[in-house]
């Protein structure tokens, strides 16, 4: 956003400030400036002479020695323009006055200085100036000679400043307004921002509705279909139309903020849109077809050409302005080249509308076009500043005699926009910046900026044009800005202390990072996208509740088309990196979520699951893996009571070497070695053991409290069990039993022989454990230990385990 200072002056008659002043105090209020240009930066002693005689030089046919009067007196200029004449009115810049380019356009930084001098034997004591010599162009000048010496206006001031009485003697400053901040995209906007800044009145422009005694229904009539997409919109009618140049005032706002004058009626527009942020747009009526518009979508395949002469496709979530036949205009983006005003214009319909911002943003896009316009729209502007901006165009219309403005206005407006009650408490406000500011000295603050209170609700009212305030924070920020970010002191935060520590969750997380660290595991990342192909990879039946994903709408390529269900497809791919890389004894873990839709089609947002998983290829087996699981469980407090079920049923994983991880009989992972099958499609060439941890179902077992005891006092008893085991009873099982049975005096057991060979019978094998026993009070008898050690052995007994004699 830019605007001139003069402008700004104009509704802040007081300000009287340096361009660095008036940069430094907006920024640290809060309307950032990035920067500032003084027009007349390189311009100096230049000033309006009257050309009082013209001669020819007598040793050049293209040269002209002039006598120009400079109000102080006359003075001899040696000039080569082809368009001066006895009695105009130039630019004149005196010896050692400066000029800011050449004749052709370019600048020179610093600015070109003039001297004195003689040409073609000639004294010449200045030089005359073209407008592309003193910084601008023909553009933001369209009165200026294409070739030769900018010529003033007869009512020109022989002697006056010409610098001031061309607009140059003025900064054009350029501002970062946040998308929250609309008001601020405006120079009544920035105006405001700037009284309040600097605690000077605020005049803003006075508007009044004009118009004759017609009413403007008898010439047009408004219908909005699509009031979602347009809250608002407001048409007036101008007739007997007069095209002509708009006022030299006008032209030099609009070309301080960078705008090209073109005539009235378009300088008009342009004006009120920079003034009041509010875009417009006008159209002929007698083009309208039956002097009806329509707001409404377009279909999809529509084909329409802008103002621009483009031919642009829309669809049906393009709005359109249209009339009783056909699309006149792209809603808040670009008028339609079947409408356009032309210098035959008889009768004008005045446009001032509200529309959504998220909408035009998205219609932008779709059609290619960016405007002035659109910028504004896309913010989300208010839909009761479109009124005041329309009538403050119509007194313009009026004031500048550019036609008749007929009387009313069509205003289609839905649910009116109210203002926003923000209740206040000036205590909580100074607790949350740290302040002593008083409940007056806020509600003055509060005042300048057009917040109103209510004193029965001590309620702040936030004006509609204000789309930022909905909180007691976003007051707070109001009175923070306007007492000085520099003057809140510096204080310690007060409020009830806290752990300084990591959060349970991230807590269970460290361990695992700990854990796999320690066991000579390296983090790796994972990406979140990967490819459906990946299912087909892991020989996934096709009815896998895996293959229900969520499908990316943009996608990167098919390889990246859908969020992972599961974290598995990454950590192998990382593993066959590093074995085709020849890297040996790889051992990588992963701490990332995997993504499972509630319902598809989506209608929530997936669930996130944390996933710890673990892969390793080289020194190691599936024993290995298990033990890494354990240690982390014996981490986070849960020892003991997790068991192993061979019938994991995973077609990735080999289907004699792999079980699923159980804690109090509920699944909470699995680990196993990699399918054969899947470890060439991935193209390891060796065995590959996994282990993945469901992180969110561990929680609720987890915990980090200890309990103590001291050393043992009394000594402990150990009797070894040698048995004759069927070979589909597992480890696990006996284990199950000697804890089970093993009674309060079981201190723990451990298994220390494995044996299958010809001296075990077919279908057995042999398993032998120590266990032991002590009491904490006081020295066990034998018979103690052997009537636990006869409950083992019966229950042990009762699943077809023999004693070994």
């Not at 605690?199 to 509705?209: G, L």
């Amino acid at each position: 956003m830019n605007t001139s200072l003069s402008w700004i002056k104009a509704y802040v008659p007081d300000l009287d400030v340096t361009a660095q002043e008036y940069a430094d105090a907006m920024t640290l209020s809060g309307t950032k400036v990035e920067g500032y240009e003084k027009l007349d930066a390189d311009l100096d002693k230049i000033v309006i002479g009257r050309i009082e005689k013209i001669e020819k030089h007598p040793d050049a046919d293209k040269l002209v020695v002039c006598q120009v009067n400079i109000g102080t007196g006359t003075t001899q200029i040696v000039t080569g323009a082809p368009n001066v004449f006895e009695g105009a009115k130039v630019p004149v810049v005196l010896d050692g006055g400066r000029v800011a380019g050449g004749h052709d356009g370019s600048k020179t930084p610093g600015g070109i200085k003039i001297k004195k001098g003689k040409l073609r034997g000639v004294e010449s004591n200045g030089m005359m100036c073209s407008i592309e010599e003193l910084g601008s162009n023909r553009d933001m000048y369209p009165e200026a000679p294409e070739e030769g010496i900018y010529i003033f206006p007869e009512d020109a001031q022989v002697g006056e400043n010409a610098v001031k009485a061309l607009g140059l003697d003025d900064v054009v400053v350029e501002y970062e307004v946040t998308s929250n901040r609309v008001d601020c995209f405006s120079v009544v906007g920035i105006a405001r921002e700037a009284a309040a800044t600097f605690d000077k009145t605020f005049v803003p422009p006075v508007v009044t509705e004009t118009g004759n005694d017609e009413d403007v229904n008898d010439y047009v009539k408004v219908s909005v279909e699509n009031t979602d997409l347009c809250p608002r919109y407001c048409a007036r009618v101008v007739k007997n139309i007069k095209i002509g140049p708009s006022p030299k005032w006008m032209q030099r706002r609009l070309a301080s903020v960078g705008i090209r004058p073109i005539n009235n009626l378009v300088d008009i527009t342009n004006y009120v849109m920079e003034e009041y942020g509010q875009p417009m747009h006008a159209y002929d009526l007698e083009t309208i077809a039956r002097h009806q518009i329509v707001v409404k979508t377009a279909q999809d395949g529509e084909t329409f050409t802008t103002l621009d002469g483009q031919e642009r496709k829309v669809d049906k979530d393009v709005l359109m302005i249209c009339d009783g036949e056909k699309a006149i205009g792209i809603a808040g983006i670009m008028g339609g080249e079947n409408s356009m005003i032309t210098d035959d214009v008889k009768t004008m319909l005045f446009e001032a509308a509200c529309f959504d911002g998220v909408n035009i943003r998205k219609s932008s896009k779709r059609v290619g076009l960016r405007t002035d316009a659109s910028g504004k729209f896309e913010k989300g502007l208010d839909p009761n500043n479109a009124k005041a901006a329309i009538d403050r165009a119509c007194q313009l219309v009026e004031e500048l005699g550019a036609g008749e403005v007929v009387g009313g206005t069509v205003d289609v407006y839905g649910k009116e926009k109210q203002p926003v009650r923000v209740p206040f408490d000036a205590d909580k406000i100074n607790a949350m910046l740290g302040t002593d500011i008083s409940e007056e000295e806020m509600l003055g603050y509060f005042k300048k900026i057009d917040l109103e209170y209510d004193p029965e609700t001590k309620e702040v009212i936030a004006p509609t044009f204000r789309q930022d305030l909905f909180r007691l924070a976003d007051i707070a920020e109001e009175v923070a800005r306007f007492y000085g970010y520099d003057n809140i002191p510096t204080t310690l935060p007060n409020g009830e202390a806290t752990t300084g520590k990591l959060s349970f969750k991230l807590r269970i997380e460290q361990a695992a990072r700990d854990i796999a660290e320690f066991c000579g595991f390296s983090q790796g990342m994972c990406y979140s996208f990967e490819s459906p192909k990946v299912f087909d990879k892991l020989l996934l039946p096709k009815d896998s509740p895996l293959r229900r994903t969520v499908e990316i709408m943009n996608p990167l390529g098919e390889d990246y088309s859908i969020m992972r269900t599961t974290s598995l497809n990454g950590m192998l791919t990382s593993l066959a990196t590093n074995y085709n890389r020849r890297n040996k004894d790889v051992r990588l873990y992963e701490l990332g979520n995997i993504y499972l839709p509630k319902s598809l089609p989506l209608t929530d947002l997936p669930e996130e699951r944390m996933q710890f998983t673990l892969g390793m290829y080289g020194k190691g087996d599936f024993f290995s893996m298990k033990g890494v699981v354990e240690e982390f469980f014996e981490k986070i407090g849960m020892k003991d009571r997790e068991t192993y079920d061979p019938n994991a049923g995973k077609p990735y994983l080999h289907p004699g070497r792999q079980a699923n991880i159980l804690y109090d009989g509920k699944v909470v992972g699995y680990l196993g070695e990699l399918h054969p099958e899947v470890a060439d499609i991935y193209g390891i060439g060796e065995r590959a053991y996994v282990a993945v941890i469901d992180m969110p179902e561990i929680m609720e077992y987890a915990t980090f409290d200890r309990k103590y005891y001291g050393i043992a006092k009394y000594p402990a008893v150990t009797r070894d069990i040698s048995m004759v085991v069927p070979k589909h009873i597992l480890a696990g099982q006996i284990e199950e039993v000697i804890s089970a049975k093993g009674g309060q005096y079981l201190e723990s057991y451990a298994l220390f022989d494995l044996y299958e060979g010809a001296q075990i019978r077919e279908g057995f094998k042999s398993v032998a454990y120590s266990t032991v026993f002590r009491a904490k009070d006081k020295t066990l008898s034998d018979a103690e230990v052997t009537e636990a050690m006869e409950r083992i052995l019966k229950a042990l007994e009762g699943m077809g385990i023999e004693l070994r004699k």
